[in-house]
């Protein structure tokens, strides 16, 4: 047998070990830490009285996952979704794209979980670090999918399905028109009896991203009535943009098919575009949506405090501005509405109003018809700048009004 020379074996040995090496690492890669996203978008969806909501919102998370795959991928972004199956149990799970399908992967389960865990800051902040080492990102949005009640504190809500007409309370300028078929929104009250239990006061959730994400790039509010001055001013330093319904959301939610490339995107104008162009064509053709540029809060605010020095609040006639709930007495009316009729003495103070609400409220949509669960009825909205306030409200859920860091600010 030929032998070869020592020298050509010991290179020809080299030369396959390093093939060898080669071959190995392309074929069977060594795990790496995940790279740091652009962004982090969290569907947060707390435990809110199951049912209907929880179908609802898994729906949500599939319309979010068919948007993934139209968009062909999420780029340098992720989406994460935190939700609760049951008052004690929910799950944090990562939308991963691959080869054309995007999948569900779940990063943690939580179990024995209480309404500590939704409604009190050290628990939601529990939950919001979670997200913070397991999807880490340079930034975050947010998605709250839940039932919802503006601003008014928890212990008001339960006088919003006993609410009784005041002796002497004439109802806005409106015909409330009958619905003759059962519908269901994210009317805080639907499907859960009243039950304050999981009601998160905002000052918490505005605590608990202050702590842990610092500030968002948007939040959107899946939620009814959340599109109050009084929401936007307590949230203005956490969060660029709010996203959210002025009035009552049908429990479908968000067309998350179409929105969630917009809010992947940073299109926030076109995710209130769409909302409408879903909800004109859908079966109950109900809702409302706009868009707050946080940034324009404060010089909303100065304005109004120079509004309420000079001219006369008690002098409006609520009966002529736009409600915006099916409450009665009302608790949210349109913003625009309100101060055009503060301001009707003073052409260049309701000039300044007006041109600095829109903007604040850049992008604003309002079907021509608004569903009220109260009333099982819809009514016509013919003024609309896409915010609601309630300095005016009569209403006993809306008392506390006086204590709200807006109405301190502005009085």
């Known amino acids: 047998m ?41 569907m947060y969806m707390p435990w809110s009285g199951g049912g209907s909501i929880y179908n609802a919102c898994l729906k949500n998370i599939s319309a979010m996952k068919t948007a993934i795959e139209y968009r062909r991928g999420l780029g340098s972004k992720r989406v994460v979704v935190l939700v609760a199956s049951t008052a004690n149990r929910a799950y944090l799970i990562d939308l991963k794209y691959k080869d054309g399908v995007c999948r ?82 994210r009317y805080y009250g639907t499907g859960i009896g009243g039950d304050d239990a999981f009601h998160a006061e905002i000052a918490v959730l505005r605590d608990a991203v202050a702590a842990t994400f610092g500030h968002l790039d948007f939040l959107l509010f899946d939620n009814c009535y959340m599109q109050n001055i009084e929401v936007a001013y307590d949230l203005r330093n956490i969060t660029d943009y709010i996203i959210g319904s002025t009035s009552e959301v049908m429990m479908i939610g968000m067309p998350f098919t179409t929105v969630g490339g917009h809010l992947l995107d940073g299109d926030y104008a076109a995710v209130v575009q769409d909302f409408y162009d879903f909800f004109i064509d859908y079966q109950d053709p ?28 008690s002098k409006v006639d609520v009966y002529d501005v736009q409600a915006l709930d099916g409450f009665s007495p009302t608790v949210f009316y349109d913003m625009g509405s309100y101060l055009k009729r ?70």
Not at 132 to 146: C, D, P, Q, T
Not at 359 to 383: G, Q, R
């Open 2 to 42: 030929k032998r070869f020379p020592a020298f050509k074996t010991i290179l020809l040995a080299a030369c396959v070990a390093l093939f060898t090496a080669a071959c190995h690492h392309h074929d069977d890669p060594e795990p790496g830490p995940e790279p740091v996203a652009q962004q982090t978008l969290l």
């Open 342 to 411: 503060l301001s009707n003495d003073n052409a260049d103070l309701q000039s300044r109003l007006q041109a600095q609400l829109r903007k604040m409220v850049p992008t604003a949509v309002s079907t021509p018809l608004v569903y009220a669960e109260k009333t099982k009825s819809v009514f016509e909205v013919t003024e609309f700048s896409g915010i609601t306030i309630s300095d005016i409200s009569m209403a006993r859920a809306a008392e506390q009004k006086t204590q709200t860091a807006w109405w301190q600010a502005t009085h």
């Open 104 to 185: 569900y992967d779940t990063l943690k389960t939580y179990s024995y979980l209480s309404s500590k865990d939704y409604t009190t800051e050290s628990g939601v902040k529990a939950l919001f670090s979670d997200v913070i080492s397991l999807a880490e990102a340079h930034s975050y949005g947010m998605v709250v999918s839940a039932h919802g009640t503006g601003w008014l504190p928890a212990q008001a809500t339960s006088f919003l399905s006993k609410q009784q007409t005041m002796t002497g309370w004439r109802a806005p300028r409106r015909r409330m028109i009958p619905v003759d078929h059962p519908i269901e929104t």
């Open 286 to 313: 109900y809702g409302t949506l706009s868009l707050v540029k946080t940034s324009e809060v404060e010089p909303m605010a100065a304005l109004v405090k120079e509004a309420n020095l000079r001219c006369d609040a």
